[in-house]
């Protein structure tokens, strides 16, 4: 089976809907402290719980047509949008495996597909986290940049193929970390002499790590300018647009996030024209 024929694409993006759902779980639950497991999904307002079809990654929203059956409540639209952008990123991922690896079923292609999709599903929980509370918890980062190290070991020790190219390996994941690390330090340094305030909270430095850890220090390059610039156009927009007052703080992970599944998906290409841009 190739990694990325339609059968299994469609199977991978149906996986990746079911894991958007627990992405949910974690986002509403992990900040009040709540297992992720027990008890069963159930609704917010009247505490009821959902039947079976209801618990359907994207359908069973829209058979309830966005509200509880029990209590009339309105369901959040960000449940089932989660849901489908997490269909969206695991077909991408193997599709882009498709494209670097060539159309083979390999055992190191498909470790890699489930790999650096449970990354992303790790980015987009903890961006929902950051969003909700601007809390970027040490639960998510700091086992998934040990994650990140165990994934860039064993890729290449499983690779049948010689042409390996599922895995930047070890050593680039060591120095995406201590790259990551000693930026961020520096910064939080810079920020405290310079402003007399702290900048950027150690929960990014973290993210940053584990965006470092998968993406190794180039990658993670590209990650941070992306994060840098959405973020400051982000900030310039909200301010614009009087959802924010100046001067006033707000999430920074969700635009390291974006930055970081962006530098996943289009690092070649983005390195490539920034190159030609500036006449290399
Ligand atoms: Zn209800």
Redesign the pocket.
Known sequence: MGVADLASLILWGAVGACVGSFVNVVAYRLPLGISLVYPASR?P??H?ALGPTENVPILGWLLLRGR?K??Q?PISARYPLIEALMALLFMGVALWMQNSLGNVGTSSGWGAVIGYSLWIAALVSLALVDWDTMELPDEITRPFVALGVLFHTLVPLLATDDGNQASIGLMQSLWGIVFALGLFDVLSYGSEKLLGKEGMGGGDAKLAAMLGAWLGWQGLLVALAVGFLSGALGGVLAMTLKWIKQGEVFPFGPFLVFGGIVSLFAQDVLVSSYLNLIGW
């Open positions: 609704c307002s009247c009821s509880c029990s209590c409540a």
